[in-house]
């Protein structure tokens, strides 16, 4: 059985692809978001049947990705305003 954790990160970054193809900035913030606090989950509780370092990559990976993908969405949303 797929937990799901696995099915959040997916839907995350679909999120985060339709929201670049659409150039809607406010999926992309509420996507960045999710992904840190997705990151912050993983790093608290990690992956069933991944190795610790692995987790921790992956789980630093969507803290650094979700936050330059929600600070430049805000910077868009600010400028263009």
Do not use: C, P, Q
């Amino acid at each position: 059985m797929i937990d799901y954790i696995y099915m959040i990160i997916v839907i995350v970054w679909v999120a985060l692809l339709v929201g670049f193809l659409v150039r809607e900035m406010w999926i992309l913030m509420f996507a960045g978001l999710i992904m840190m606090t997705v990151g912050i989950f993983t790093l608290t509780n990690n992956f069933t049947g991944v190795d610790n370092l692995a987790t921790t990559a992956f789980s630093f990976l969507h803290i650094g990705v979700g936050f330059y993908v929600m600070m430049r969405s805000v910077e868009e949303v600010i400028k263009n305003e």
